[in-house]
T-cell receptor
Framework: DQQVKQNSPSLSVQEGRISILNCDYT??????FLWYKKYPAEGPTFLIS?????DKNEDGRFTVFLNKSAKHLSLHIVPSQPGDSAVYFC???????????FGKGTKLTVNP | DVKVTQSSRYLVKRTGEKVFLECVQDMDHENMFWYRQDPGLGLRLIYFSYDVKMKEKGDIPEGYSVSREKKERFSLILESASTNQTSMYLC????????????FGPGTRLTVL
C-alpha cells in the first residue's frame, strides 16, 4: 500500500522554464511534508518542507504547494537550472510517527 | 555542518556472507535510520533507532538486523547476504522527530554475487 505517490518517474524541462513535480498521499494522518533532492552517488539532501497548517511555502526558486482536500502537493522550481537535474523525493509524516514515508522519486532533467 | 559517514562507498560480497554496514554521525543526533534505495521503489525504511540500544523495525526489516551500542554509530547487518539485497544503502540521522531534517550519508552501493 503506497501512501506517498509520485506518479511521474521522470520529467524533462528546458533551462529557465518552470519545473512542476507532483506528489499525492493517501494517509489522512500525514500533516508534514518534505522534499528531498538526490544527486547520483550522493545521499539525499533536504530541500523544502510544508506543514498542513499552510498551503504554500517558498524558499528562493523553490515553492511547495499543499492542497489538503485533494491530498496533493507540488514542488515548483522557477527558473529551472541544469544544476537542478536530480531525483526528487516527496516524503510525509504525521500522527506522532517518528518515520518519514517516501515516494518513489521523480528524476528531473533540466536541459541547457 | 552535520556529517554522516558510511564505512564503504562500494562493497561486493558473496551470497551467504555476513555483511556489516557502518554509519557514524558527528552531531549527537538521537535518531538514526537505515534505508535502501532501489530503482522504481524509492527509499524504503529498514530499521531505525531513537536511542542507544533501542531499535524499531521499518517497512522491510526481513533479512536485516541492526546494532546501536554508541549514540554516534548505527550498524546494519545482513546475516546471510542474498542477491535480492543488492542495493544502495543509505544511513540518516536527525536530532528530533520526523519533522526535523534527516541528514543522509553518501550511501553504500552493495552488490551481492
Amino acid at each position: 500500500d503506497q501512501q506517498v505517490k509520485q506518479n511521474s518517474p521522470s520529467l524533462s524541462v528546458q533551462e529557465g522554464r518552470i519545473s512542476i513535480l507532483n506528489c499525492d498521499y493517501t494517509n489522512s494522518m500525514f500533516d508534514y511534508f518534505l522534499w528531498y533532492k538526490k544527486y547520483p552517488a550522493e545521499g539525499p539532501t533536504f530541500l523544502i518542507s510544508i506543514s498542513s497548517i499552510k498551503d504554500k511555502n517558498e524558499d528562493g526558486r523553490f515553492t511547495v504547494f499543499l492542497n489538503k482536500s485533494a491530498k496533493h502537493l507540488s514542488l515548483h522550481i522557477v527558473p529551472s537550472q541544469p544544476g537542478d537535474s536530480a531525483v526528487y523525493f516527496c516524503a510525509a509524516t504525521g500522527g506522532g510517527s517518528e518515520k518519514l514515508v517516501f515516494g518513489k522519486g521523480t528524476k528531473l532533467t533540466v536541459n541547457p | 555542518d552535520v556529517k554522516v559517514t558510511q564505512s564503504s562507498r562500494y562493497l561486493v560480497k558473496r551470497t551467504g556472507e555476513k555483511v556489516f554496514l557502518e554509519c557514524v554521525q558527528d552531531m549527537d543526533h538521537e535518531n538514526m535510520f537505515w534505508y535502501r534505495q532501489d530503482p522504481g521503489l524509492g527509499l524504503r525504511l529498514i530499521y531505525f533507532s531513537y536511542d542507544v540500544k533501542m531499535k524499531e523495525k521499518g517497512d522491510i526489516p526481513e533479512g536485516y538486523s541492526v546494532s546501536r551500542e554508541k549514540k554516534e554509530r548505527f550498524s546494519l547487518i545482513l546475516e546471510s547476504a542474498s542477491t535480492n539485497q543488492t542495493s544502495m544503502y543509505l544511513c540518516a540521522s536527525t536530532s528530533g522527530g520526523s519533522t526535523d531534517t534527516q541528514y543522509f550519508g553518501p550511501g553504500t552501493r552493495l552488490t551481492v554475487l
